[in-house]
Each structure stands twice: as C-alpha cells, then as structure tokens.
C-alpha cells in the first residue's frame, strides 16, 4: 500500500486540474487552471509549454507539501501528439477547428466503415484520424518524421516519464483509428502505414518511468509516473471499482458522455453520434453524448450562479423552450439551437438551459436503450437541479450521484491503486430524489414535439432536394 499522496493530472478542453489524493481516498488540494489555445498561422493550437510549466510547478508544490511520489493523467478526448526525440514535430491541434471544405471531401472518404471502427463520422477533429489526415494533407512527410504517434494522456505521460507508450481506452474513443471487435488498430492506421508509429501497449494506471521533481531547495525527489486514460473511461472504471455492475453512467463535463454497457453495439446508430468505447480493459461499450456542458454555458449565457426551482417552474409554465444544438455533435446534428416561446433572461434562461440538457440526456438514454440504475458524475452535477430532474424525468430509474463529482480523476487514482495493491474508495453515492415540479411531464412532451417536428421538417426536406 502507498503512505503518501498521488498526483492526479485530470486535463479538460476547458479547466486543467490538480488533485491530490490521499492514500485514504481523499482530496486534500486541488488547483485549477485555463489551458491556453492560440493562433499559430491558420491553425489553432495549444500553448503545451505553458501548460508544462503549470503541472511542473504545481507537482513541485504538490511533492513538497504533501510528499506526493506518483502522478497520473486523466485527458479529454480527441485530441494528439506528434513526438520524435524529445520534442513535438508539430503543434497539438485544438480539436474544434474543421479542414478546409476541400481536404475535408478528401479525407473523409478515406474513414473506415461504421462497422469496423464504431466511429461516427464527426464534424471538426472529433475523429482525431480525421486531423492526422489533415496534416498529412498540409505536409505529406510530416507524420513521416515522427517517432510516435501519441493520444494526449499518452504525451503527458511521455512528457513526464520519457516512455513513449499507447493505451487502449483513448484510442478506441472515436478516433477512426481502433477497431474494437478486432481488438486492433483499423485498416486506415495500415492503408497509412501508421502501425509502427504507435508505441507498445502499456495498460491505464500502469507504471511507466519516473520523473525527477526538482524543489525549491534545489533538491530533487523521483516520482513514479503511470500510464494516463481518457477521462470518461476513467470515470467508468472508478464507478465499476465503487461495486456498481448493471448501470448506465452519465459523465457530464464540457461533453455529456453516456456509457450504457447493457446496449448492444448492434443498437447504434452513427448519424446520432452513438458509439462504441473502449475500457480500459479492452471491452467495447456502447455509447451515446452530445456537447452539454458547453451547451449549457452558451444557451445559459454562462451563467454560474445556481438555479432556483421557482425559476424552472416558472419556465415550465410559461412554455419557453431551447432547441438543439448550441454546440457541434450530438444525436440532434445539423440544428442551430434556438429558443421559442417567451423570451428569458438571466437566471430564466439558465433554468431553460437547464432543462434542455436534462431533456437531452433523457433523450440521449432513450436512444441508448437506458433502463438499468443510472450513476451521474461530473460538472453538471454541482447545477444542484440537474439530477433530480432527471431523476422525475425517468421514473422507473435509480438515479445516484457521487459525493465528489470528480469521477474521472478518481478513476485514474483507482488505477494507481490497483496497480499498486490497493484501492481506499467506498461507495459514496446517494440516490437523487425526484423533483417535484408541476407540469414537467407535459413540458417533457412539448420539447419531444418541438424536436420530433424539426426532425420530420428535415427529413421533408431532405426528400425534396433529391426530387
């Protein structure tokens, strides 16, 4: 068993984050900072340095304090690294820029069937294939000049610990660039001869290297750096340790990601961006999401404060709506988001905001074939209303949210513990009571109408095009 502290690195889009958990199981500092994307010619991209510069001072800090001797990385998705030596080859991609329309017809013809790689086709660099395709198109020897190709947990644990390793749960998230049936890389890693630019396996929260902290003393202290994950497996892998085993997992963060490991892959549909994951352990799960924490700051208007159940009554009753999508992706595709009915301001408006997401997540598990216990993790969770919403929502449905909503940083803790022999976490999980709110069913029918009427408006006009 560990006595002292771990390093979690969880790496949001949005928010990067320190935690330190104790061999107990507890979070006994947290810090918190904005990574910085920047213009770099005509493409965005990310001030990796600065970030470097962050996690070294704060793993120094965190060493000093606490005597932290292991470190891991939790990391969004999408998102990778070209290395050769000790150094990038080229600049981390920003995944929500699209190529150019005409490189866009070119390398999306080139994306494996549905079938073989349960990704989507997805708009930006949500396959991340589709952005190394995209280089490759800006500069055919690019790749060529790389020694690895490494998803973006995998660069950090590179950029710490020297190893330059893969790891299965990020590349089997929608990259085009795992076939899980196979339990291989999928025909356009071969077709372009990427296989033996993708380091060997190592195993999520297996130990990689070492990393010397240097301290304000001058003195240095070595810190064992294990294999990082994608942040919602993470948070999957946390909740399956915490005992649940029939369960649908709502992990909400700048993405609404939902993991109903009961639905058959045969159930998903690509063009509502349903998928497969992949766990840490190699096994496809099916999967549904949509953009909701960034729809809930854009339809909110970014508001921060919390939500009062007189102002979603009051919301409900005056019938204002909002539409999908305020954000790319999403099992509604295509939709500019939109409000209807009165207009709202302020916190009415966040208590719409509000209720869009939850409706979308009901929909979403709908899709998704959702009728076992549902475990909601994440930012979403501090609104405070979101979970009992869904909780009146779906009545016939367990509802349960964790104490500490930081799922994904506890699972990639739960990784350095099961690898060293030991694993602190209980169960903390409550059940969420339902919301009582006059008309929410009725509501819950308008928006479906509201929506089913812009699906039937496209499909309309989809029929009349190809006449």
């Known amino acids: 068993m560990s006595q ?41 991209v990310l001030d990796d340095a600065a970030l470097f510069g962050w996690m070294e001072g704060e793993l120094a800090r965190a060493v000093s304090t606490h005597g932290v001797d292991r470190m891991i990385f939790s990391g969004h998705g999408c998102t990778f ?61 690019l790749i060529g000049k790389a020694d690895a190709i490494l998803a973006y947990p995998q660069f950090w644990t590179w950029k710490f610990s020297g190893r330059a390793v893969s790891e299965v749960s990020y590349l089997g998230c929608h990259s085009n660039l795992w076939a899980p049936l196979q339990d291989d890389f999928s025909s356009l890693v071969d077709r372009m001869g990427w296989r033996g630019r993708m380091p060997e396996f190592a195993r999520a929260g297996d130990v990689v290297g070492t990393h010397a902290v240097t301290l304000a003393d001058g003195g240095s202290v070595t810190v064992a750096v294990h294999n990082g994950v994608h942040d919602s497996n993470a948070a999957l892998y946390f909740y399956r340790s915490l005992g649940f085993t029939d369960f649908t997992l709502v992990s909400t963060g700048t993405w609404v990601i939902i993991f109903n490991p009961a639905s058959p892959l045969e159930r998903l549909d690509a063009a509502q961006d349903m998928l497969a994951n992949v766990t840490v352990d190699h096994q496809p799960v099916a999967t549904i999401r949509f953009m909701g924490g960034r729809e809930y700051d854009v339809a909110s208007s970014g508001w921060a404060k919390s939500i009062s159940h007189e102002a979603v009554a009051k919301v409900i009753a005056s019938q204002a709506f909002a539409l999908p999508s ?53 930012g979403l969770v501090k609104t405070g209303l979101y979970a009992s919403v869904l909780a009146a929502l779906r009545p016939g449905q367990t509802v349960h949210t964790s104490a500490n909503p930081e799922g994904s940083a506890f699972g990639a803790a739960a990784l350095v513990f099961d690898a060293i022999g030991d694993n602190p976490f209980v169960n903390d999980c409550v059940v969420s009571e339902p919301a009582s709110i006059p008309g929410l069913d009725e509501y819950r029918q308008q928006w479906r109408h509201h929506v089913d009427a812009m699906t039937s408006a496209e499909g309309a006009s989809r029929k009349e095009k190809r006449a």
Do not use: C
Request: glycine share 10%; net charge negative.
């Open 4 to 44: 002292s502290p771990i390093a979690v690195f969880d790496l949001g889009k949005t928010n990067s984050k320190l935690f330190v958990v104790s061999p107990e199981g507890r979070v006994i500092d947290e810090v918190r900072t904005r990574p910085v994307w920047r213009d770099e010619a005509d493409l965005r």
């Open 326 to 378: 305020f954000a790319p992706g999403g099992p509604m595709p295509g939709h500019e988001g939109r409000f209807v009915g009165p207009a709202v301001e302020g916190e009415e408006r966040a208590a719409v905001a509000l209720l869009y997401v939850a409706l979308m997540t009901d929909l979403s598990l709908d899709f998704i074939g959702s009728e076992n216990a549902i475990v909601i993790d994440g």
């Open 81 to 141: 690294a070209l290395v050769a030596g000790d150094a990038l080859v080229h600049t981390i991609l920003d995944y929500e820029q699209a190529p150019p329309a005409d490189i866009a017809g070119r390398i999306d013809a080139m994306a494996p069937d549905f079938q073989e790689t349960f990704s989507p086709p997805l708009p930006l660099g949500f396959n991340y294939g589709r952005h190394l395709l995209w280089l490759n198109e800006r500069d055919a020897d």
